[in-house]
């Protein structure tokens, strides 16, 4: 077996898996609630229908990633170039993980006098998404999670970091966490639903912007850092330049 097919014999392999424990689990909720409806209290339905919901959410996220992947890999992610300003997108990405980790502080710390980037305004949102929903899904309940941006590099760059005190990454996971399909085994991973395919997508977004994405984790502060090239007539004429 060569390389290729190795790869595409492990990725068919760990795809199936991933969807098969939700699809077990809704088929085996469904088929327990049909065959003793009227012996299960409301409360135990209830119970039961949401770890229904909980689990296609589960497979859409999974589904939605693998199509962001694909993309990717065929190089069929067209990435529309345009000047934007950052702290609304920031904004909103922090609203959305709000309204699902209810019991997570967020803190949004824009210095007035960060630029506009030169991204895709749909796919910057997913990176930011991506990020802030990591800080919040691998913390605990009542921590808080930082969100800062600043000037970096010479002003070449604007600097966006998010922060947790969760549960930490080891340095030498640092690449790995990259990489497709990749949790770290921890209990607080194990607890918490996720593809591995989040930070994969995210490092690919950023390289195709130009940007730079980093990790470092002391102790118990976990900070991403995400560098996107500041907007300015020079860098858009470029762009166009290469379109
Ligand atoms: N802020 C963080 N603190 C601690 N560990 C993290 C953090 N962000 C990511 N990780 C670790 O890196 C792994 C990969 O993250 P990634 O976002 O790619 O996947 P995921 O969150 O498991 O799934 P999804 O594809 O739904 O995002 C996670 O499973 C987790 O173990
Ligand atoms: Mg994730």
Known sequence: MNDIEKNYEDFISTVSHELRTPLTSIRG????????????????KKKFLKIIEDQSNRLINLVENMLSVSKLQSGKEALVFKETDPAPVINIAVSVVKSQYTNRNFEVNIDPKTPSILVDKDRFMQIMTNLIENAAKYSDENSTVKITTAYAQNCEFVSIKVSDTGIGIAEEDYERIFTKFSRIDNPLTRKVQGSGLGLYITKNLVDKMNGKITVQSSGKETTFEVLFPVCNLETLAREKCRQ
């Open 29 to 44: 909720f469904a088929q327990t609630m049909l065959a003793s409806w009227d012996k299960i209290d409301d409360e135990n």
